[in-house]
């Protein structure tokens, strides 16, 4: 039985070497890949979301985004984002583009936001002010994208879920998770479409 086992492990000697080998490099790539530095970008376009936008800033900014830009496609003598969020400009965390008075035309956006930044950020998400995506095992954006598992990733594509106006008939201040916590009775999950995610 000994010699054996010494036949066949000087017989695979370099097979077995090899498998170790690739063993060894596999745990130290994931440990890498995990803790790599990734940038993230998110696009949107924008119109009569003053009451919303601060918030929907502040939620992107705690799941670790880099950077948001905002399309403002608000009528020509309409909202200005400026009035709600003049300190993210300032600092440079949002940069607002004129869309002002235009039809929506989303993909011509996603198309301008995409070659502006795909030399910059490593992840492109294509969201608007009534999205908002909600980590059950991660504590930010950067830490479920340096998963492994997306390393051959392109996009990603997450499912809707549709929430009930909860009887609410008039606005209040409070955010919209707080306001509209019932989802509606039987969940439906709509696919979202393939855009929303792009890795750059």
């Keep these: ?54 918030q929907f800033i502040e939620h992107y900014k705690n799941l670790d985004v880099d950077k948001i830009f905002i399309y403002d496609n608000n009528d020509i003598l309409g909202e200005k984002f400026e009035e709600v969020i003049k ?48 980590l059950k095992d991660f504590t930010s954006l950067k830490a479920y994208l340096n998963d492994y598992r997306f390393l051959f990733c392109k996009k990603i594509c997450l499912n809707w879920v549709l929430h009930t106006d909860n009887n609410l008939l008039y606005y209040d201040d409070r955010s919209l998770s707080v306001r509209f916590p019932e989802k509606e009775p039987k969940v439906r999950e709509k696919k979202q479409e393939d855009y929303h995610w792009l890795k750059l």
């Design 87 to 134: 300190d993210y400009i300032d600092s440079g965390y949002v940069e607002i583009l004129n869309w002002r008075g235009k039809k929506k035309q989303i993909l011509n956006i996603m198309n301008d936001c995409y070659k502006k930044n795909n030399i910059i950020y490593d992840w492109l998400i294509f969201y608007e002010f009534d999205e908002y995506i909600f």
């Design 1 to 54: 039985m000994i010699q054996l086992k010494k036949y066949y492990l000087k017989k695979y000697k370099f097979e077995i070497i090899l498998i170790c080998y690739l063993f060894i490099v596999l745990f130290n790539f994931q440990k890498i890949y995990k803790n790599r530095e990734i940038k993230i970008c998110l696009c949107t376009l924008g119109k009569n979301e003053n009451k919303y936008t601060r």
